[in-house]
């Protein structure tokens, strides 16, 4: 039951205080309750609360459970989503190959939020219905992520993106951009070809497939005593030869003061031994 009572103390002229009537028993008691909690409980708003309390109406309806609204998506627009996400360019980590895991990276330029404005742009029906958060929560329940951004990157590719940002002709910037194209499609090229080489070398036993590079140089001694660090280091160089049919890599390491380059000598040398 709800009654208004009058505060003479207070600024406004009424103050409304919720309570319950108890009968238990031969006693009646009144409980006081939290007027926010007992709206929260009933699902009720304080305006239809202040009409029942004028009317002096006993009675509160219930209102929970009755939210009947539901914004499933459909499998089958569940089902374009994960097939662009698929089909996107993506690539392997390099230093995970051991480890079948599935997982594939796309580049480091991109992120969720332009993967969804490419959706949208090839998918015009699903334009103001496929939102980003239903973008992106399918997106991780695919074995899809980010690569990190690469440190190793083609010189030319470098070159000719700078030209592109700096250059204010539009002819060169399409000509550079052009000839930026053509690079990135030699590479890969090439990568397909390895790809293929790879497959092959599983499927044909008789077939040798290796893959040589040279690894990140190691400065050695690695040291915190400033006349140490900042005096010229040794360098040490990391020559990987990985066998693609058995999916194993080995080491050949050595100092600069044995070979001190890299040519073709030193690394036949390395296969040979």
């Not at 600024?11 to 006693?27: A, C, M, N, P, T």
């Not at 662009?84 to 580049?107: A, D, L, M």
């Not at 496929?130 to 083609?154: I, L, M, Q």
Request: glycine share 2%; net charge positive; charged share 25%.
């Amino acid at each position: 039951m709800v009654l208004p009572k009058s505060s003479s103390n207070s600024i406004k002229s009424y103050q409304y205080k919720i309570h319950f009537i108890s009968d238990k028993g031969s006693e009646v008691k009144e409980l006081k309750v939290c007027q926010n909690a007992f709206l929260l409980l009933h699902n009720i708003k304080l305006s239809k609360l202040r009409r029942k309390v004028f009317a002096k109406r006993e009675e509160t309806e219930d209102f929970r459970g009755k939210n009947n609204f539901n914004c499933k998506f459909s499998l089958e627009t569940e089902n374009d989503v994960k097939n662009f996400i698929e089909n996107y360019p993506k690539r392997e980590s390099h230093y995970s190959k051991t480890v079948k895991t599935g997982r594939k990276y796309i580049g480091s330029q991109k992120n969720i939020r332009i993967l969804h404005t490419e959706f949208i742009d090839a998918n015009k029906e699903y334009e103001g219905f496929v939102s980003y958060d239903y973008f992106r929560h399918v997106f991780k329940k695919c074995n899809v992520g980010f690569s990190s951004p690469r440190f190793d990157n083609c010189a030319t590719c470098e070159e000719l993106t700078l030209k592109i940002k700096t250059c204010e002709n539009d002819i060169d910037v399409l000509d550079f951009t052009k000839n930026l194209s053509e690079n990135q499609d030699e590479a890969n090229y090439f990568y397909k070809i390895q790809e293929q080489a790879k497959e092959a070398a599983i499927s044909e036993k008789t077939l040798q497939v290796i893959s040589v590079d040279f690894q990140k140089n190691f400065s050695i001694p690695i040291t915190k005593v400033p006349s140490e660090y900042y005096s010229r280091q040794l360098s040490l160089y990391n020559f990987c030869v990985h066998n693609m049919n058995t999916c194993n890599a080995t080491m050949y390491i050595y100092s600069e003061h044995y070979f001190a380059r890299k040519t073709p000598n030193e690394c036949i040398s390395c296969l040979i031994t």
